[in-house]
């Protein structure tokens, strides 16, 4: 039997569920991969917010990596929350030495509000994580986090990708989710330009929709798609995740993973 393809995500795990480690292998397993994790950090959270985030030791981390990359192996790389600049710093250094496509979520906030990168940690992650990236995929607030430039058009999503693309990322994927209207999201190389629309849900229930569109992508991309493919692919997913998303708890509730799969109740 040949073992499916195998993606690795490097990030923070979600105690609801919803997002982090917990929503990227979920959408791994879902778009046909066999995913695997380096934990950067634990995080209290629910629906209502994040009640507490602890890092783990730089020492833990790259020995989470060398232990599945060395044994098992690669087809891609998704990295999330990352917390701080040494482990910004150190996550660059290990995806240096890997040959595997790599997707970066340059996740700065939670879908609260709660801040979950270090504002020490920007300069780390322009300089060491985005060069590594394959396709960074940045939503507006974290582009105007990194860039400075702030998007309220379409015109604006292209300065937004330009000013990306000047910290060394192959693709930039700005996700428009903040703006009125369609889901608008512009993926480019400096060269070429891939509008990619979808109608906006009414549903609340959103929680992890940014981990879960990077580690679709980075499915995809494990399983041999170029990267236009892929990330058209990962926006048709996360769009259907997001019309079936369900409530939990009393707050903002998550996109359905499963959506393609059985029904809730089913035997």
Not at 56 to 63: F, G, I, K, R, Y
Not at 213 to 232: E, F, K, N, Q, W
Request: aromatic letters at 2%; charged letters at 15%.
């Amino acid at each position: 039997m040949q073992a499916p393809p195998r993606v690795l995500t490097v990030a923070g795990s979600d105690s609801g569920g919803g997002a982090g480690i917990q929503a990227d292998l979920k959408t791994m397993l879902a778009l046909g991969t066999h995913g695997m994790s380096v934990i950067t950090a634990v995080t209290a959270q629910n629906s209502l917010g994040v009640q507490g985030a602890w890092e783990l030791p730089v020492e833990a981390v790259t020995a989470q990596y060398r232990s599945v990359v060395d044994d098992i192996g690669v087809q891609a790389v998704k990295t999330g929350m990352l917390a701080t600049a040494a482990l910004a710093r150190t996550v660059a250094a290990l995806l240096a030495t890997t040959d595997a496509p790599v997707v970066v979520d340059p996740v700065g906030v939670s879908k609260h509000g709660d801040p979950l990168l270090a504002a020490d940690a920007l300069d780390a992650v322009r300089a060491g994580l985005l060069p590594a990236a394959t396709v960074v995929t940045p939503n507006l607030p974290e582009v105007e986090q990194l860039t400075g430039v702030r998007v309220g058009s379409e015109d604006d999503m292209r300065r937004a990708a330009d000013a990306m693309l000047a910290f060394g990322p192959r693709w930039v994927l700005v996700k428009g989710g903040h703006l009125d209207g369609p889901a608008t999201d512009l993926l480019t190389d400096g060269a070429a330009e891939h509008w990619l629309r979808a109608p906006r849900h009414d549903n609340r229930h959103t929680h992890g929709t940014g981990c879960t569109l990077a580690s679709a992508v980075a499915a995809r991309l494990a399983h041999g798609d170029d990267v236009p493919t892929a990330v058209a692919a990962a926006k048709e997913y996360v769009t259907a995740a997001i019309a079936a998303g369900f409530p939990l708890g009393a707050g903002i509730g998550p996109v359905h993973h499963g959506h393609a799969g059985a029904a809730f109740g089913s035997r």
